[in-house]
């Protein structure tokens, strides 16, 4: 894990959840090289004067806070008539978001505001070395930008809140740059002491050992006789056009200890059933499961898991490709790291006349990547794999796949897996190739239909927790499905807007959340007696009730 500030890598842990034991032998801190793409380093930083522009240099994102750059910069202004310069936004956004922070500028102060969303580099470069650069944002891994304005020159104003600038980064309040604690107050604060004294030294660089130069070289595999066997397992249903190569994929590989089992799942076609009888006939490593009724495709995968004798497994449906690297890769992978459970490939797309290409082409126009461990991204999108993964089978028959899901049971597992401490090994290359067929199950009309039903199924059963709060994970749906059908759900989404600006603006809901985090400070017995008085009441109201 490559971190580039240390209190980054600290944050990240504590998102992830994991132990020191975990986390300290694999953290590396290094920070990324920076360099000017215009004009050369300063030797000294600028000393501001009345017309000194005031910067916000980064990307005009939520995130970011140009709000909260927007309304110190107004109290700055206000509160030093003297000062005649601009208020500058210097980078792009998007129309909404930029009508918007025109919608909060005072119309007495609007002359003072200039959106610089189409400057050229070289413009911007020109601007930063002679400004004063602010940056808002609560949390950055590194945050180039602010590099980039104190080597050209600019007095930096930052937020010390944001670890990026913590106390083990190169920035010194009052020595390179000017911090602030998170306010607006407190940026007009910062922005006041920079505009008369500004700072002294221009930031200097971090330099750490490269990871790559620290690391030690992994244990040996283990001899090719004491290879475990693999199971592949391919469910089948109507799929006899593309079966044949799917096989022939994995008996190329390099991997030899193999065993395929492939489970018809009461196929109807005539060729399909045809390809069925010619290759149980092959015998050798294939075997030929066959369902007594149609079970769908989760049930056919669960029916696999009771046939199958390797220690490992790999799961890939009847119409795609594995590369022939693949498994031997992944299992290496789970010897040499025990504590790990799965092992996803990147993954190419193809169509049907581009088969005859994968294997020569240096790269996939159409691809995706997978992040193993996506704590976040994996509520909102299948960030962990596709249908193909390689993983233990202890694993795989303890989690099981969710056979009421139509849809969506391979990301089901994984996120499943997730929440009980199960571990992902991600590849840094393709080794999996998915068909995209106009009339497979992932493409069709009547899919797309019912996708908001189908993620629902998905999070059913599971829980997103914050503190002592704990909530039903479809809670995000609606965000899901308004993604996924952009206008289909508009008037839904203005709704629970509206709803959360009202709780948002209530003054008595403001005046609860003061008086809880004062009792939190100041009486913390408080609240826990308060608890519990209410859960009395609720009892006894349902008592009455019933």
Same mark, same amino acid.
């Given at each position: 894990?490559?971190a580039?500030?240390?209190?980054v ?5 504590a998102f992830?959840g994991?132990?020191d034991e975990?986390?300290? !032998? ?15 380093v ?5 000393s501001a ?6 910067v916000? !240099? ?12 927007l309304r110190?910069?107004?109290g ?5 008539p ?15 978001a930029?009508a918007r922070?025109?919608?909060m500028?005072p119309?007495?102060l609007?002359?003072?505001f200039v ?5 050229s ?18 949390f950055?891994?590194f945050c ?18 944001n ?15 000017c911090?602030f604690?998170g306010t ?10 920079a ?5 002294r030294?221009?930031?200097?660089m971090?330099?750490?050992?490269t ?7 992994p244990?040996?595999?283990?001899? $090719?006789?004491s ?19 799917t096989l022939d994929?994995?008996l ?8 395929? $089992? ?5 196929s ?5 059933c ?6 149980q006939?092959?015998?050798?490593r294939?075997r030929?499961?066959?369902? !007594?009724m149609?079970l ?7 029916v ?8 490992f ?10 590369g ?9 992978a789970?010897?040499r790291n ?8 990147q ?5 049907d006349?581009?088969?005859g ?5 240096a790269?996939?126009?159409?691809y995706?990547?997978f992040?193993g ?11 962990f794999s596709?249908?193909?993964?390689m993983?233990r089978?202890? $694993?795989?028959?303890?989690l ?8 969506y049971?391979?990301?089901?597992l ?5 929440a ?21 199950m ?8 019912r ?5 629902h ?6 829980m997103v927790?914050?503190?002592?709060v704990?909530l039903?994970?479809y809670?995000?749906e609606?965000?899901?499905?308004a993604?996924?059908?952009p206008?289909a759900l ?6 629970l807007?509206?709803?959360?600006a ?6 008595a809901i ?5 008086i ?7 009486? !913390?017995?408080?609240i826990?007696?308060t608890r519990?008085?209410?859960q009395t009441v609720?009892r ?7």
């Amino acid at each position: 894990v490559i971190a580039q500030i240390p209190e980054v890598g600290h944050a990240i842990k504590a998102f992830f959840g994991f132990s020191d034991e975990q986390w300290l !032998p694999r953290i590396h801190v290094h920070a990324p090289p920076v360099t000017l793409d215009f004009g050369d380093v300063a030797r000294e930083p600028i000393s501001a004067c009345a017309d000194t522009p005031i910067v916000f !240099p980064s990307k005009i994102q939520y995130l970011k806070r140009p709000d909260l750059f927007l309304r110190g910069a107004c109290g700055f202004v206000r509160a030093h008539p003297e000062y005649r310069g601009n208020i500058v936004f210097a980078a792009h956004s998007s129309p909404d978001a930029m009508a918007r922070l025109r919608r909060m500028v005072p119309p007495d102060l609007a002359g003072r505001f200039v959106f610089l969303d189409n400057a050229s580099p070289i413009e911007r470069a020109h601007l930063l070395s002679r400004s004063i650069s602010v940056t808002t944002s609560q949390f950055e891994s590194f945050c180039l930008s602010a590099y980039e304005a104190s080597l050209a020159g600019a007095i930096c104003v930052l937020n010390g809140n944001n670890p990026a600038f913590g106390d083990s980064s190169p920035w010194r309040d009052g020595l390179n740059c000017c911090k602030f604690d998170g306010t607006a107050e407190g940026l007009a604060a910062a922005l006041a002491v920079a505009y008369a004294h500004g700072v002294r030294e221009i930031v200097k660089m971090p330099s750490d050992p490269t990871p790559w130069d620290m690391l030690q070289a992994p244990p040996a595999p283990k001899s $090719v006789a004491s290879r475990p066997l693999v199971s592949v397992v391919v469910p089948h249903f109507n799929l006899g056009e593309y079966l044949p190569r799917t096989l022939d994929s994995i008996l190329a590989s390099t991997y030899e200890n193999v065993e395929i $089992v492939v489970v018809d799942d009461c196929s109807t076609d005539a060729l399909s059933c045809l390809a069925i009888e010619r290759i149980q006939t092959l015998g050798g490593r294939i075997r030929i499961v066959r369902n !007594p009724m149609n079970l769908g495709l989760a049930a056919t995968r669960n029916v696999a898991l009771q046939h199958v004798c390797g220690e490992f497994i790999l799961t890939l449906d009847a119409d795609d490709l594995i590369g022939p690297q693949f498994i031997e890769l992944a299992v290496d992978a789970l010897q040499r790291n025990p504590e790990f459970d799965f092992v996803v490939p990147q993954t190419g797309f193809f169509l049907d006349r581009e088969e005859g290409q994968i294997g020569r082409q240096a790269a996939f126009a159409d691809y995706a990547v997978f992040y193993g461990e996506a704590r976040a991204l994996g509520m909102y999108e299948n960030r962990f794999s596709t249908a193909t993964c390689m993983a233990r089978t202890v $694993v795989l028959r303890e989690l099981k796949y969710r056979e009421e899901l139509e849809a969506y049971e391979d990301w089901d597992l994984y996120s499943r897996a997730l929440a009980t401490w199960k571990r992902f090994i991600a590849t840094n290359g393709i080794h999996f190739f998915y068909r995209r067929r106009a009339n497979s199950m992932y493409h069709t009309p009547e899919r797309v239909a019912r996708h908001r039903e189908l993620y629902h199924a998905l999070l059913t059963g599971k829980m997103v927790e914050a503190g002592e709060v704990r909530l039903p994970l479809y809670v995000l749906e609606g965000g899901q499905a308004a993604s996924a059908a952009p206008g289909a759900l508009e008037e839904e989404l203005h709704a629970l807007r509206s709803q959360l600006a009202f709780y948002q603006n209530s003054r008595a809901i403001f005046a609860t959340r003061k008086i809880v985090e004062y009792l939190k400070a100041k009486a !913390p017995w408080a609240i826990k007696l308060t608890r519990h008085g209410l859960q009395t009441v609720w009892r006894a109201r349902r008592r009455l009730r019933s």
